[in-house]
């Protein structure tokens, strides 16, 4: 089992900044792949980032871009998604996720492990 805490959510402004963390624990954390998944208002839940577990490879969705960076810190089993210039359509509660079978996935599906999720609300 692995466990992950989600941290970091909040209100903010067009055009600011959060940085989100996501603490694990339980199994060895540097065996798995991390993601960033977001899920709005009456929307599916959809991919945001995704990090190997050495966190020499990154993926992330088209729309984040430029904007949003992941990354991890194997000594202290924690992943952080730094979000910058957010805008309201951002709005989402974010949660992040685990899995060591499929390499680096945007399927949620293939995620064995979720976080509670922490909600980010950015207003205009």
């Known amino acids: 089992q692995v466990q992950l805490v989600e941290s970091g959510g909040g209100l903010v402004q067009a055009g600011g900044s959060l940085r989100l963390s996501c603490a694990a624990s339980?199994?060895?954390?540097?065996?798995?792949?991390m993601g960033w998944f977001r899920q709005a208002p009456g929307k599916e839940r959809e991919f945001v980032a995704a990090?190997?577990?050495?966190?020499?490879?990154?993926d992330a969705a088209d729309s984040v871009k430029g904007r949003f960076s992941i990354s991890r810190d194997n000594a202290k089993s924690t992943v952080y998604l730094q979000m910058n210039n957010l805008n309201p359509e951002d709005t989402a509660v974010y949660y992040c996720?685990?899995?060591?079978?499929?390499?680096?996935?945007?399927?949620?599906?293939?995620?064995?492990?979720w976080g509670q999720g922490t909600q980010v609300t950015v207003s205009s």
């Open positions: 996720a685990a899995e060591k079978d499929y390499g680096l996935t945007r399927y949620s599906d293939w995620y064995n492990y």
């Open positions: 339980g199994r060895t954390f540097s065996n798995y792949y």
């Open positions: 990090i190997s577990w050495s966190g020499g490879s990154t």
